[in-house]
């Protein structure tokens, strides 16, 4: 059974707007974290925000925030003032157990 | 700083030959993965080490093997390779284990084609 679901394969954004990309997760662990992966067209995943299942507060990192609803099971990236730079793919991820599960992920793509 | 370095970049092999992917990390993290991504999927884990001397398999450990050889090195085995392991292969490493907040770093990737 799928753990991570993201049901955007893409989307567009105007250039200084705001996206949202949806995560939803499964797991009956009490204690897990979630992680939201950046990878660019030139392959390489880039660490972007951590929401740990028993923190309080939503996590925030610069232009990234994570709207965290647990009782929902979601984890949704919100990008603030996107810019071109953004575009690529997005993974949403659970740690469980050993390693991270992955979901499909979600392609940016920015338009000037 | 280099973090985490896979080697090679590109590889392409015959049905059946074997491989070794390497993997180095200058970060001291006792935690070490591989894992596979196939086109328009998220990755998966192969195998797993905790610290030296100790691995465990992930979600598709089937056809490959895995050496921790020190700490900093983490290296994955394809023994006789198939078309179906035609992947982008991914080392990373982290701080702490099973229940650490601290996020995987991740290598450049290893781009596998088997004909």
């Known amino acids: 059974a799928q753990k991570i679901t993201q049901t955007q394969p893409g989307m567009f954004v105007q250039e200084k707007e705001a996206v949202t990309l949806d995560c939803t997760y499964d797991?009956?662990?009490?204690?897990?974290?979630l992680f939201w992966y950046k990878q660019p067209s030139s392959g390489e995943m880039i660490f972007l925000i951590y929401?740990?299942?028993?923190?309080?507060q939503n996590a925030t990192e610069g232009r990234y925030s994570l709207n965290f609803q647990k009782a929902r099971k979601s984890a949704n990236l919100v990008i603030s003032a996107s810019q071109l730079g953004d575009s690529a793919m997005y993974f949403c991820?659970?740690?469980?157990?050993?390693?991270?599960?992955f979901g499909a992920g979600t392609t940016v793509t920015v338009r000037a | 700083n280099a973090g985490v370095t896979q080697t090679p970049k590109f590889q392409v092999l015959k049905t059946g030959q074997s491989m070794t992917l390497q993997c180095a990390q200058d970060?001291?993290?006792?935690?070490m993965y591989w894992y596979r991504q196939d086109p328009g999927m998220g990755l998966r884990l192969i195998y797993y080490?905790?610290?030296?001397?100790?691995?465990d398999k992930g979600e598709v450990p089937n056809g490959y093997n895995v050496s921790r050889l020190n700490k900093r090195e983490f290296s994955l085995r394809l023994e006789s390779a198939a078309p179906s392991q035609t992947s982008v292969y991914f080392c990373?490493?982290?701080?702490?284990?099973?229940?650490?907040?601290?996020?995987?770093?991740f290598g450049d990737g290893t781009r596998l084609s088997i004909l």
């Open positions: 990373a490493s982290s701080e702490g284990g099973r229940t650490s907040n601290q996020p995987q770093h």
């Open positions: 929401q740990g299942s028993y923190d309080q």
């Open positions: 797991t009956s662990d009490p204690s897990y974290g």
């Open positions: 991820a659970m740690r469980e157990g050993r390693g991270l599960s």
């Open positions: 080490s905790a610290s030296e001397g100790t691995t």
């Open positions: 970060m001291n993290h006792n935690s």
